[in-house]
């Protein structure tokens, strides 16, 4: 069984920045991409940004230039860097990965759509 468990969400002042992280574990044979996703009240869930393996990143064009998504594929995790926040940025933050996983040692290897259980990311004005 995996798991990611977010981290780093809070209150700030609009302007202000805050770091995100996600880590992952259980048993974990590789990652491939990592995603962070927001909802706002109201709202439908919207991707915020994504990174590969390799590292190749893609933003929101909300978020581009903003938000740095970043991974540490050593400690299984997924950080998210958020610069000059906004209202509009008030959401719960969640954190996808596709994990490549095995029920028990020798099984098959099969990969896994995991989300964690988000993070409050509140700016005020």
């Known amino acids: 069984q995996v798991q990611l468990v977010e981290s780093g969400g809070g209150l700030v002042q609009a302007g202000g920045s805050l770091r995100l992280s996600c880590a992952a574990s259980g048993r974990i044979l590789g990652i491939n991409g990592m995603d962070w996703y927001r909802q706002a009240p109201g709202k439908q869930r919207e991707m915020v940004a994504g990174?590969?393996?390799?590292?190749?990143?893609n933003y929101a064009d909300s978020m581009e230039g903003r938000f740095t998504i970043s991974r540490d594929n050593a400690k299984n995790t997924v950080y998210l860097q958020m610069n000059s926040l906004k209202p509009d940025d008030t959401a719960v933050y969640y954190c996808?990965?596709?994990?490549?996983?095995?029920?028990?040692?020798?099984?098959?290897?099969?990969?896994?759509?995991?989300w964690g259980q988000g993070t409050q990311v509140t700016v005020s004005s």
């Open positions: 996808h990965a596709e994990i490549v996983t095995q029920m028990a040692p020798g099984l098959l290897s099969y990969t896994a759509s995991i």
């Open positions: 990174i590969t393996r390799g590292a190749s990143t």
